[in-house]
Each structure stands twice: as structure tokens, then as C-alpha cells.
DNA sequence: CGAACCCTTGACAGAAATCAACTAAGGTGG
DNA sequence: CCACCTTAGTTGATTTCTGTCAAGGGTTCG
């Protein structure tokens, strides 16, 4: 591991109150490894053997039945993932591959569940992150029940315009498809959607949206902080905000 | 409370292995009610007050957006919920309603989180609830993204016949129209879905369903325990199974 | 007995998936 | 440096699915 990553990873929530003692032993087993693009790292299923910590690229969880697939989420640096898995000693819900070039620190799960047995302090903080977890995917569950496909789209060019500080044009910061995946549709149906919310008060050039109208776009999206998470400062668990949504 | 059921809710896996000393301190702050049905428990986006404890009847967690509304989970004796938004000390992201007179247990947030925070023991007990409630909503996630309303029906009918000991028949123990709800469709959609089954196997006379032709309806199913959930014993949290999902 | 309410059914409209074709951009290898 | 290939994105035509509106039967409960 490189010298300036383990200050990093000291510094997350869920390891920056555990002893340090603790912290160490914890790394004593772990190891950062290099992946190259479009690898799949967990194949749902499998047994959880290592918490995964996301020092740089990105990463994307989604899941698979038959012969389908759908994105569930997309970490970032400095991002955990598949944590209630290595908790439960539960096969994977989930699989993982890079969208880019990506370093991860693994961190076996033996060591972690003896660890957080003995530290406190490491046991509230895995509390805190799961119970985020746990509700940032009732927040997409919700979403998905409770919105029509346009309406998804329209709230979460809301809400990411609301993390990018209410700017009114920004770029998208994965491709279509995938967003169009974790939204709940085909990239078809988010093609057309997103050109029919013109009359909603928002335009697109390629990868960049424009809000034109941003009370035409609240009417339709009706944001919500139960459905779409707390506004700027509270993302909850990393230091930078999840580009889609972590459910990891 | 009466004299039974504080033993009833020390054996919860959530309560059973702190000290004694820690759960009659957590139990001091806690009091039992009795609730008429269709009552409101709990209304998304206040403020958790309490950890509720599910002692006999039945509590749906629901969610509203905009005019609409959805089930998205049900919970039975003896059942926890809305424990992460305890734990978080954030605005509750579900409602929560009787669904028939319904005695229910109370404790303080303010006491769960002193107490987990110098009971190791219990503090571990309620990473293993809050990683099952995650795992469980994701499967419920990944059946709404990956499956279409007949094959959630089906997977949901497949399920609740391997839960009740793989019989052939057996009869819904929730209302059609919430059922519907929980699996994402309005009931007009699970009244003509269910009669389309009857060509995959299932045939129904009122609230009873009968499987007639197992293969047929697998093969429309296509169970899948990173979905469906484990098969019979592996009921995660209570001691009785929970009837449409339980995600509280 | 009446009033709700649940469930079902029908007719219809709207939404979304599918299939197919085409464009444009990026990367590779000659 | 260019030709080629791959892939993301778009668009159109079509089908399938799903929600909506409306009506009627059956049941429960007051």
C-alpha cells in the first residue's frame, strides 16, 4: 500500500474513531491492488471474503437475473462497498466491476468482524454507515415505486444540480446507459425522456444538461429529501458525494 | 408492559445478548400500547422518537410521494422497526399504520444509542439486524428493477409456498390490494396477472392460491435466494417469518 | 338494511420495452 | 495519418405492458 493511502482510508468515517491500534491490526492483513478497466471484481454470489475500499477510479455494482442486468449503484473514491455482506458472512447480493482503471483496498472479512467486536468505537461507526446504506437504498426503492420514469430523471437532474451547488448546467457524470440502468429503464426510454423534458424546463447537449426553467423542473420532479437524500452538505457516509447513488 | 412479554422481547435476536443490566436500563424508558387497526404509527419525516417493537397484530410500512402511496413492508410479532432511523437520529423515511389492532412496544432512541455505545454485545446485535434489513431491501430493489410484475408475482407466490414448507396451496396472508403494492403495481394489475397465471400453474379461488404445476411456475419464477431471500430456516431476523418483506 | 370496501372485469389511454437502423465519436492497427 | 472497427447514443416503428377510469358483484360491519 502507498505511503499516502493509509491516512486516507484512516480518515473515512467508518475507520477515522476506531483505536489506532485497531486500525493497524486491521491493515496488518489488508492489501491495495491495481485493476484495469471493465473487470468484475465480486461476481454476486460468491462467498464475502474482503470489505472493498475504493482509493481511485470507479466501480459498479449491479446485478443480474435472467440475462438481465441493472446497475444498483456506482462508488467512488474514497468509497466502501459490499460491507453488509462481509458483516453477515453472506454470499454477495451484488457484483462489482470497474468502469475505469481502478486501486482498491481489500480488507479480509474475518479480520474486520473480530475487530469491530472488540473496538467500540469501530462497531458505532459501521452502525452509522450501514444504517446509511440501508437507507439510501430504501430511498431508491422508494423512488422506484412511487415515480414514473420521466419523474426519476427530472429529480435526479434536481437533485444533482442541488450537489453541484444549484448550478444550472453541469456535465453527467456517467454514461447514459448506465444511468439510465440504475434509474429503472432502457437507455431508449431515457433518450426520449430526457428530450420530451425540454417542456419541462431542462436541455441537453450531449453530456451536458442545462436547467432552463428550474421551477418547471421542481413541478415535474417534486423533490423530496425521504426519496432523493438529504440537500448539499449531509451526503452521507464519503467526502465526495456518490455520482449516482452508494448502496454499498 | 405485562410480565410475558418482556422475556418475548429478550429473546429477539436484536436484545438477547446484551447484559441484563444494559436491557432492563433500556426497557426503563420503554412502555407498551395498544393501537386500533388502520391507525398511523408513524409519519414519514418526523423526527425517530422511538424503536418500535411489534408485540401482537400487524404494522405495514408505507410510503407516499406526491399524492401516491406504496407498501413497502409488513411486520408481525414479534418484528422491529424503523431501528436506522433510530440509530441515525434522522427524520423517518417510512410511515407506519396498523393493520389491525396492534400492541406495540416503545424505546426511547435516546437510550438505544447510550446503550449500544457501552454494550458491545448489543451494539453487534444491531450491526446483524441493520445488514439483514439492508440485504433485505436490496433484494426487494433488485426484483423491482430486474423482474416484470408477472414474474415478481410468481417469484413472490414460489417463495411464500417454499416458506410455508414447499405445500401446493395456501392461503395470502395480506389483502390482494396490498400485495399489489408491495410488488410495485396497482391491483387491477395483480387481479388480471394472477388469473394469467393460471396458465404458468397457479390457480386461485378467492384468497387462496394453489400451485398446480410447480415446473411450470418456476420456470417462470426463477427463484433466486439473492432475490427471493434464503429458503425456509434462514428467516433473518424473527422468529416468525415475515409476511410480505420485512424492511423496517 | 345500508354503507363501505375489496375484488374483479372491461374499455381505453399512456408508458415503456423491443427490434431495427443509423449517426457519431473514440480507439486500434495498419 | 488514415481506414476500420467498436460502441454509445439517437430515432423510428411496433408491440407489450401497465395505469386509469368506470361499473358491478360480493362481503363485512355498523
Redesign the interface.
Given at each position: 500500500m502507498r505511503p499516502h493511502e493509509l491516512p486516507e482510508i484512516r480518515h473515512l468515517p467508518l475507520f477515522r474513531d476506531m483505536l489506532q491500534a485497531n486500525f493497524e491490526a486491521l491493515m496488518q492483513g489488508a492489501y491495495a491492488q491495481a485493476f484495469p478497466a471493465a473487470l468484475e471484481l465480486i461476481r454476486?454470489?460468491d462467498p464475502a471474503d474482503f470489505l472493498h475500499v475504493v482509493i481511485s477510479g470507479t466501480v459498479e455494482l449491479y446485478?443480474?437475473?435472467?440475462g438481465?442486468?441493472?446497475t444498483?449503484a456506482v462508488i467512488r473514491p474514497l468509497g466502501t462497498f459490499i460491507?453488509?455482506?462481509c458483516?453477515?458472512d453472506?454470499?454477495y447480493?451484488?457484483s462489482a466491476r470497474t468502469l475505469e482503471r481502478a486501486r482498491i483496498v481489500l480488507i479480509p472479512t474475518s479480520d474486520l468482524r473480530a475487530i469491530?467486536?472488540?473496538d467500540?468505537e469501530f462497531?458505532?461507526s459501521?452502525?452509522?454507515e450501514?444504517?446509511?446504506?440501508?437507507?439510501a437504498?430504501?430511498?431508491?426503492?422508494?423512488g422506484?415505486?412511487?415515480?414514473t420514469s420521466r419523474?426519476r430523471i427530472a429529480s435526479w437532474l434536481a437533485h444533482r444540480s442541488a450537489l453541484c451547488g444549484n448550478v444550472a448546467s453541469f456535465v453527467l457524470p456517467v454514461e447514459k446507459r448506465l444511468l439510465a440502468s440504475y434509474l429503472?429503464m432502457t437507455p431508449e426510454n431515457l433518450s426520449r425522456a430526457l428530450k420530451s423534458l425540454e417542456a419541462d424546463g431542462v436541455t441537453m447537449d450531449g453530456m451536458r444538461i442545462t436547467i432552463t426553467d428550474r421551477a418547471r423542473l421542481h413541478a415535474l420532479a417534486?423533490p423530496?429529501?425521504?426519496?432523493d437524500g438529504p440537500d448539499p452538505a449531509g451526503a452521507s457516509s464519503g467526502s465526495h458525494p456518490p455520482s449516482v447513488g452508494n448502496?454499498g
Open positions: 454476486e454470489g446485478a443480474r437475473w435472467g438481465r442486468e441493472c444498483m460491507l453488509a455482506a458483516i453477515k453472506a454470499p447480493l451484488m469491530f467486536r472488540r467500540p462497531a458505532v459501521v452502525i452509522q450501514l444504517a446509511g446504506c440501508y437507507r437504498v430504501v430511498r431508491h426503492a422508494k422506484l415505486k412511487l415515480r419523474e429503472g417534486k423530496d429529501r425521504l426519496i448502496e
